[in-house]
């Protein structure tokens, strides 16, 4: 089972493979109390009740989750691992933030964990993980392999369940209230939990045959991560590794989705949004870059040469951009006087720089292999203020599995090589 599939959402297992929530709960409470019959007691079932559940588990995971220690019970080894998962999967439910209620339950049920533990299944989370990255009920049920009604019934009766409006919109325009996307995100962060469970206990024996996304930006695509991934794939022949590209808001919705483990790229500092953290890796310059021909190459070049060639600039929420446009305003380039085409694609860009005297605003490390076979090069002008910190971003409450602690140690490696180039 990968945690992802091929177009970047959640691949979820079938639902006669997905644990039950209070099965989960109450292996966290046996753990913990070392008891069995005291967790069953803890979550009002009866003793075979429990017995019955774990063995459950233990035919979904295919390991022996705990073992007897004289007059206690304990986990193994091998349930030590689902354990972890088991209770981060329910902090993530625990910490949805749904705000207040908007339809009264059909009866009085507590909130928080215990309201989805006792009532809701996984399958019923598994449908509105499904609905948030496709974004209709007629796709999450294509991806579901289900009728489009029992998707749409199971989502109701989440509504009921969580007492409030998940959903907003008539018939085909349906969408996702803001209880309703905090809810999904964190259903689809809870099922990926089990789905990494499963890897690390493949990983125990040998078999690192798991999937990892790597959101990438623009100044990560050319060199830093493809040298990664390259080192990575050398050590696990058999990992499944998925490099998608997109806007940063884009790949972070992801990232809060479970459906990209990192991010690669500029970091954003200040503007990063809660829950998210970033880690540094190595600090890249802007340059002018043209085709290698161009007026402006192999002379010194003053701001006021760069007045006449049209601008190819990257998206407006890009920091290049920012850039751009203090450098705009020192010198008073007027966009008016010579127009500008905008693009976050290196093949546009490329094709633009090479049929024309436009300018761009870019990394050299991004035009690398361009500038190696002679095609572009940075023009001879000092861009002040062009430094970017570029670096990892994650989610803070992030547990990364083997594969992704082996691409993150690759990465800084190759940061470090990268770095040392520029001399």
């Known amino acids: 089972m990968d945690p992802l599939d091929c177009d970047g959402r959640l691949a979820l297992p079938n639902p006669a493979e997905l644990p039950n929530l209070r099965h989960l709960r109450l292996l966290v409470a046996a753990v913990e109390s070392n008891s069995l019959t005291s967790a069953a007691h803890q979550l009002h079932i009866s003793q075979p009740a ?17 073992e007897r220690v004289g007059n206690n019970i304990a986990a193994t080894s091998e349930g030590l691992v689902v354990l972890r998962r088991a209770a981060r999967a329910l902090e993530h439910l625990r910490n949805v933030d749904m705000g207040h209620r908007t339809r009264r339950a059909a009866t009085a049920r507590p909130e928080g964990i215990d309201q989805l533990e006792r009532y809701a299944s996984m399958a019923q989370l598994r449908a509105i993980a499904s609905f948030a990255t496709t974004g209709s009920f007629a796709l999450a049920a294509r991806h579901l392999e289900q009728t489009e009604t029992s998707v749409q019934r199971a989502c109701r009766d989440l509504e009921r369940i969580v007492a409030r409006d998940l959903f907003e919109g008539v018939q085909r325009n349906r969408s996702l209230t803001r209880a309703g996307q905090a809810l999904a995100a964190c259903a689809s962060l809870a099922m990926k939990e089990v789905l990494l469970a499963h ?4 990983e125990r024996v040998g078999v690192f045959d798991s999937r990892l996304v790597i959101g990438t930006l ?8 493809p040298s990664a991934v390259l080192s990575v794939m050398a050590r696990y022949p058999l990992a499944r ?12 919705q992801k990232l809060r989705y479970g459906a990209c483990d990192l991010i690669v790229g500029a970091l954003r500092g200040a503007a990063c949004g809660p829950g998210l953290s970033e880690s540094y890796l190595l600090t890249d310059k802007l340059s002018v870059v043209a085709r290698r021909d161009h007026p402006l190459s192999a002379r010194a070049v003053i701001a006021s040469d760069l007045a006449h060639y049209p601008w190819i600039l990257p998206r407006r929420a890009a920091p290049a951009r920012a850039v751009y446009e203090r450098l705009a305003q020192a010198h008073g380039w007027s966009d008016a006087a010579r127009g500008h085409v905008e ?3 290196l093949v546009a860009l490329r094709g633009l720089l090479l049929g024309s005297d436009a300018l761009t605003l870019i990394s050299p490390d991004q035009i690398y292999y361009e500038y190696m076979t002679g095609l572009l090069a940075p023009l001879d002008f000092p861009v002040e203020e062009g430094s970017r910190e570029i670096g990892v971003t994650q989610l803070e409450s992030a547990l990364p599995s083997s594969l992704l602690r082996a691409f993150l140690d690759s990465l800084a490696v190759s940061a470090g090589e990268q770095q040392a180039s520029k001399g």
């Open 50 to 66: 429990a017995s019955q559940a774990i063995a459950k588990l233990s035919r979904i995971f295919g390991v022996r989750l705990l």
């Open 199 to 202: 890897a690390e206990l493949r």
């Open 218 to 225: 623009p100044l990560a695509r050319t060199r830093l991560v």
């Open 241 to 252: 590794i998925e490099i998608i590209d997109g806007t940063y808001d884009a790949l972070v």
């Open 343 to 345: 693009t976050g694609s």
